[in-house]
């Protein structure tokens, strides 16, 4: 898969239309290297294996370790797999597919650009296609900006012609975990809709003026230094104390709060994981969690132990936790069956007691003054 970021890309098309100025914001953002999460590493691999099956260089019942992630597909990620291929097939016949080219990166200009996932061609129509393998939202076509945009570039590619040929969007999202939900979903774009995207798209980008609020914030980086959400705080302090006077106001107000907190706590713990000095804060390990290194050798160990009942270690199905046993059994003998595993690095105030984590970012800079 290509690995190309454009100034404005994709992801971020519904965000530019809404709140030009994001963009401009971000960029005064320190450059983060940032890592990728358990569900973007997923969801890179499955895109890999799509584009390797629609290419010829995998087989769909195969085991598939992705390149690029080193992630093996396990069981529940080949059934996902599974149900997007067979949705393809579907797309497949109904709009009889002539032609198709997977993972196409396009741009027009240096700043503006990005990877459509499959662009599909038959005889009077354009399909842009987006594989989605994200559990937590569902993905609908209509009005979707990502498909849109890709859209505008394959125009600006020559791919797509939209005087001459109709265009749908098509969302392929397997949920298993969601019963009645429907894995292909598709919007045949009316003209008149696409030609508006990209007149209020390409002015939001060449005006990029402009501070809204509103649900595209969710993800954008820039939320916790934007005039409009810094601005919440001094809302909240001129409220009247007396809170019943406009309660649904005052309500809608406190979950604008919520989210802004989260997203300033991210951004210095983010900075401050890159080695970036927080006045007043350092960073510290998380309590570590403890786990058993051998499950069933401890079980045979304690049904060995005299005085120690069944039911105090096993729950009906399982040994019990760590955490559990130490309450009613003397873990002494076997210690040395228990591991312990950080869970990760949290920002407190400096007085805290626990010693400071030293990041590799840190360290390296470090050493390189040496």
Known sequence: MPTTHYRHGGSSAGRTIACPSWRTLADTLPQSEGTSSDAALEGTALHNFMEAILEGDAELTAPFTCDETGITLNGDQHARATDAYCAWVELCQQYTVDEYITEETMWMNGDVGGTADVIAFCKDTTIIIDWKFGQGVMVEPQGNPQGLFYAMLAEHAGEFDPDATNLVIAIIQPLPTRAGSETLKLWDVPKDVYALFKRTYLKAISVGSGYQTGSHCNFCPCAPICPEKTGLAGKARRLDPDLTDDLSTNLTLALELEGWI????????????????????????????RKWTDPEAVEAALRKRRGVKVGEFMTTSELKSVAQLEKVIDLAAIDAYITKHSSGTTLVPEGDKRDEVITATSLKEALNRL
Request: glycine letters at 8%; aromatic letters at 4%.
């Open 262 to 289: 989260k997203t300033v706590k991210k951004l210095a713990h983010d900075q401050a994981d890159l080695g970036n000095k927080i006045d007043g804060y350092k960073l510290v390990a998380k309590r570590a969690t």
